[in-house]
């Protein structure tokens, strides 16, 4: 059983659509992150949530926008997308009280999204 | 702040050779640090952590307060050890990563 499992895989889309990505964790984790993974690898983390609720919201458009019904499910809604938007984005899981230090993550294999 | 730096993007050493892979951090707090690797095609996984004092694939890291530093090595490198390696540190709430370093090892 995949414990993080996101989809889609792959993305492609115009410029100016609206489109989601899912996450799912089954490790029982109480804290899941988005991270974007630009065309150089630089890795960064733009959200976090804990228990349903959002801990870290890093400078991100607010065309950004995690939505987590439950806390085994993270997933991304981006409105309005841009060229520059094209990028891996990873979902990843740890083990964390949210006031404190995150644990081991536990990653999703990926979303590349591509906006033409 | 919390900050995690690789200063090298690129390392490339042939096989068997050693190797060291550079991290720097700051952060106010006692630190928790860790080394992500990614193959390719393959997700980010944990290699290991500062915590654990173990040897994962013959990669070791030994966080040194004094510099600031958690660098990792591996005394002979091998083809299979391509990889991107991230450096990482637990801080408030969060995993931050470094921006990365992909090695490529020569046969």
């Known amino acids: 059983d995949t414990a993080v499992s996101q989809t889609p895989k792959y993305l492609v889309t115009q410029m100016g659509n609206d489109k989601s990505i899912k996450c799912e964790q089954n490790?029982?984790?109480?804290?899941m992150y988005w991270y974007k993974q630009d065309s150089k690898k630089f890795l960064k983390i733009m959200f976090s949530?804990?228990?349903?609720?959002?801990?870290i919201n890093e400078t991100v458009p607010n065309r950004f926008s995690p939505k987590s019904p439950d806390k085994a499910h993270l997933n991304l809604h981006i409105n309005s997308l841009e060229l520059g938007d094209s990028a891996v984005y990873f979902c990843?899981?740890?083990?964390?009280?949210?006031?404190?230090?995150?644990?081991?993550?536990?990653f999703g294999s990926g979303t590349q999204l591509s906006v033409l | 702040a919390q900050r995690v730096t690789q200063p090298e993007k690129l390392l490339s050493v042939f096989k068997g050779a050693p190797v060291e892979l550079k991290c720097n951090y700051s952060?106010?707090?006692?630190?928790?640090l860790f080394w992500y690797v990614q193959y390719s095609r393959q997700r980010l996984q944990l290699l290991l952590r500062?915590?654990s004092r173990e040897s994962i694939k013959g990669f070791t890291a030994d966080l040194n307060k004094g510099e600031t530093s958690f660098h990792l090595k591996k005394p002979f490198a091998q083809e299979e050890d391509s990889a991107m390696y991230y450096c990482?540190?637990?801080?408030?709430?969060?995993?931050?990563f470094g921006a990365g370093t992909r090695l490529t090892v020569k046969p």
């Open positions: 952060y106010s707090g006692s630190p928790e």
């Open positions: 990482a540190l637990s801080g408030d709430n969060d995993m931050r």
């Open positions: 490790l029982g984790h109480d804290t």
């Open positions: 500062h915590i």
């Open positions: 990843a899981s740890s083990h964390g009280t949210g006031g404190g230090r995150a644990e081991k993550l536990f």
């Open positions: 949530y804990n228990n349903k609720e959002l801990i």
